[in-house]
């Protein structure tokens, strides 16, 4: 009876980006308390479940003060007497409760903050760490951090089409030295662009947003900081890239266009062969939405190409639900699919999208959302999952640092037992 749910309700409280998320509070009849927030995102597949906003003239639009209510009445009213460690049951029950395809009456995001809330309240009241309570005794391997150092599209205003360029320390021996690895580099490459009287301002997941003369240029000036802080490219530390391609893509199908670099109207083949170009000259090992989440064939034909060589991700085009990675796995269209727990709205769920890739040989990879907060959930999770890689920003703006301290903290605390390896 003591990890029974006694009390839930929520709080509007704000993301990194000054804008409205949830925080949601359970409390057992033992008297342990967890809070958990709900991330947002701004590079959103137009598949993801809701997160539900206001629409009213608070925060203009944005406020969550409807899914915090649902929290406190309808959710708290229907959990309230059950059992804290039946996460499957409780995460069904809201998934019930809501009735849509998208959780569009509740709201994602009052749903997965709730979720999140009585797993770190039963992990408490168990007094395990919450990696341990979700993953087991053998969650023991600390993920690669896949750190952005550069942003452009959506997260940034700049002349780089590209979302994300990321440092992958996969030669580090443990995750603190990879750690290290790509924070010197972080600040090598400011010291770069400094020089070069570029931008040192960072975009909204701490990455640099500088107007580069091309996306390649970009590029280029990764290589260099990676040389400069004494680490050898494709050895020490190799690159991953995002293109977000939706976000340039105005049909979400085939009609590209890569306004931002001022290179224009590609076709996917295009698209295709410059990530070629790329992947002969670069030293990359993951490439996230090379193509839009309409463009199957454009997938189909780089997983084709590329897929023996390099992680194909898919984000946007699967959104963690397994409804669309189990088509993706059928028609081979990546070989790794992006896990965010707010895309789909329950830890159950994103567990199960986990579990779908492992059976299939794919590849997953745990990812924040550009709109986060202080919580650490998403280090734990990661973890427990044994993915081996991580996305959560880069080497500056708290609420990623945080989620980089509580790895610290983890690798610390399994000792000799921690795992760390990019395979």
């Known amino acids: 009876m003591e990890t029974i749910i006694d009390e839930i309700y929520a709080l509007e409280i704000l993301d990194s980006r000054g804008n409205p998320t949830l925080r949601v509070y359970v409390e057992l009849l033992d ?7 709900v991330p947002s995102g701004a590079s959103t597949g137009q598949n993801e479940a809701l997160e539900l906003r206001d629409n009213k003239k608070r925060y203009g639009g944005k406020g969550v003060l409807k899914a915090v209510n649902n929290v406190n009445t309808t959710i708290a009213n229907a959990l309230i007497g059950m059992d804290a460690t039946k996460q499957k049951d409780i995460d069904y029950s809201m998934i019930e409760l809501d009735g849509t395809e998208n959780k569009s009456k509740l709201g994602a ?25 979700l993953g ?23 002349s780089v089409d590209f979302q994300e360029f990321m440092l992958v320390p996969h030669g580090a021996p443990t995750f603190a030295e990879g750690l290290r690895y790509v924070a010197e580099t972080f600040h090598t490459l400011k010291g770069i662009l400094k020089k070069r009287k570029l931008a040192t301002s960072v975009g909204d997941e701490g990455g640099f947003a500088p107007n580069c003369e091309s996306n390649e240029a970009a590029i280029e000036l990764i290589i260099e900081g990676i040389k400069k802080a004494g680490y050898k490219p494709g050895k020490d530390l ?7 391609a939706n976000s340039f893509c105005t049909n979400l199908k085939d009609n ?7 290179k224009g109207k ?5 698209i295709i062969d410059l990530a070629g170009e790329w992947l002969d000259k670069y030293p990359i090992i993951l490439w996230e939405d090379p193509l839009a989440e309409k463009d199957y064939k454009g997938f189909k034909k780089f997983t084709k190409k590329y897929g023996d060589k390099i992680e194909v991700v898919g984000d946007d085009i699967f959104v963690t639900n397994t409804k669309y990675i ?6 081979n269209l990546a070989n790794s699919c992006l896990i965010k727990l707010n895309q789909i709205g329950t830890v159950t769920e994103s567990i199960e999208a986990v579990r779908m890739c492992r059976d299939a040989g794919w590849r997953y990879f745990l990812s924040h959302r550009s709109g986060e907060t202080e919580d650490t959930f ?11 890689h991580l996305k959560t920003g880069s080497a500056c703006r708290g609420e990623r640092i945080a989620k980089y301290n509580r790895l610290l903290e983890i690798e610390h605390e399994l000792g000799e037992r921690a795992e760390y390896r990019w395979d």
């Open 378 to 388: 998403l280090a734990d999770f990661a973890v427990a999952m044994d993915g081996g």
């Open 31 to 37: 008297g342990t308390k967890a809070y958990a927030s």
């Open 109 to 133: 995001n009052a749903i997965l903050g709730v979720s999140m809330a009585v797993a770190k309240a039963a992990a408490k009241s168990l007094n395990l760490p919450l990696y341990q309570y």
């Open 238 to 244: 190799s690159i991953a890239v995002d293109n977000a």
């Open 326 to 331: 189990k088509d993706g796995i059928k028609k």
């Open 266 to 270: 590609m076709t996917s083949d295009e």
């Open 256 to 262: 590209y266009n890569l306004i931002w670099s001022g």
């Open 136 to 158: 087991g005794t053998n969650a023991v391997r600390i993920p690669v951090p896949c750190m952005n150092i550069l942003n452009g599209g959506e997260h940034a205003d700049n």
